[in-house]
């Protein structure tokens, strides 16, 4: 275990925005976790690949960031277990070229497996937590470590118990594949065309390309992914050529880069940052130079705009410390 006080902490999310924290703590076992110093500035953050997060200025407390690559077992044919810290990317390669289902629509989401669960992260119709068996996880005041299941976690759109009771880190988590024979998941618009009979590799790889067109590379173009969630949104509130998706408690999901693009805020900037021309949910650091204060800036443009326009309220999706 490394412990390093008031240290610059920018480069530990994608964004890439400078921001010092007041501690950070580089763990590499469970026990590591147990014998954390007593005097560590509080709060105690877990912070996984860093790519939902924006840090809006320094952080006075102390980041856990775990150590290492992580192992990735199959237990049998369908049975994978994955550390918390493993790229989430590297477990959806690693079914696919086993030539089993259930993570190829996830391909390319950056971030770790406890990041995504945390946040039960989701792309082309397929959440994280659709094929999760359990996880094991140590809570972070006692010590003690517990498994369980997706029920305990209750996740639902972009978020997980795990969102609302911090205290948690994820160790590993285990994911129950489905045999190649099973359809694949090829209901969400760019991936209609392919047919529910294709290898888990080729919708990996069509889902890859499809995001090359849209997202930018994190490891190039510093962002967080779509920066607001989509919002539901009751039926008087909805236009005519608004795209829609109805849910069950009667509310209708509208896809916010359809009301940011509206609003002609493609390209916008403040500073900075920048929203990206290719899928206007995402916020960018163009150059790299973006300060928190440009970003918070260009997410209050686009809130106040959107608001003024439809009398919708975007929320962040990215978590902001
Ligand atoms: N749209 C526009 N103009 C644009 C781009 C999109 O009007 O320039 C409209 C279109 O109507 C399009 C709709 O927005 O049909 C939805 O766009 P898209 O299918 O790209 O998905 P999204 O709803 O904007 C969500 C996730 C993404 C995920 C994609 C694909 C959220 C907050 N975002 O975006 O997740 O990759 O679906 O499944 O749910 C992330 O969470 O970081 C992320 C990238």
Redesign the pocket.
Same mark, same amino acid.
């Given at each position: 275990m490394k412990v390093e006080y008031d240290v610059e902490a920018g480069a530990l999310a994608t964004f890439g925005v400078r921001a010092r924290a007041a501690a950070v703590v580089r763990w590499t076992t469970a026990d590591d976790l147990r014998r954390l110093p007593e005097d560590l500035p509080r709060p105690l953050k877990v912070i996984g690949g860093g790519s939902?997060l924006l840090f809006t200025g320094d952080f006075g407390g102390t980041l856990l960031v775990r150590e290492g690559a992580g192992r990735i077992e199959r237990e049998s044919e369908l049975i994978w277990r994955a550390d918390g810290n493993v790229e989430l990317d590297a477990l959806c390669a690693a079914l696919a070229e086993a030539g089993v289902r259930g993570l190829e629509n996830l391909s390319g989401?950056p971030g770790t497996v406890g990041g995504a669960l945390v946040q039960n &992260?989701? &792309?082309?119709?397929s959440e994280t937590c659709s094929h999760l068996l359990d996880v094991r996880l140590l809570e972070l005041e006692s010590g003690r470590e517990l498994t369980v299941d997706r029920q305990w976690l209750a996740p639902d759109? /972009?978020t997980s118990r795990l969102q609302s009771e911090p205290g948690y880190v994820v160790l590993s988590a285990t994911f129950k594949a489905e045999p190649a024979t099973s359809p694949a998941n090829v209901d969400?618009? +760019?991936l209609r065309s392919l047919s529910p009979h294709e290898s888990p590799m080729t919708i990996r790889e069509a889902v890859l390309a499809t /995001?090359a067109s849209?997202?930018p590379d994190v490891k190039q173009t510093g962002s &967080?992914?779509?920066f607001? /969630?989509?919002p539901e949104v009751p039926a008087e509130l909805l236009r005519p050529e608004m +795209?829609r998706y109805e849910l069950a408690n009667g509310l209708f999901k509208v +896809?916010? &880069?359809?009301l940011i693009?509206q609003c002609g805020l493609?390209g916008q900037r403040r500073g900075g940052a920048m929203v990206w021309p290719?899928? +206007?949910?995402?916020i960018v650091n163009a150059e790299g130079t973006a300060t928190a204060a440009d970003i918070l800036e260009l997410e209050q443009l686009i809130v106040n705009t959107v608001r003024e326009r439809f009398n919708i309220t975007l929320t962040p999706?990215v978590e902001h410390i």
């Open positions: 939902n989401i &992260a989701g &792309a082309y119709g759109y /972009r969400y618009g +760019p /995001r849209k997202l &967080a992914g779509s607001f /969630r989509n +795209p +896809p916010a &880069a359809w693009d493609k290719d899928q +206007p949910l995402v999706e």
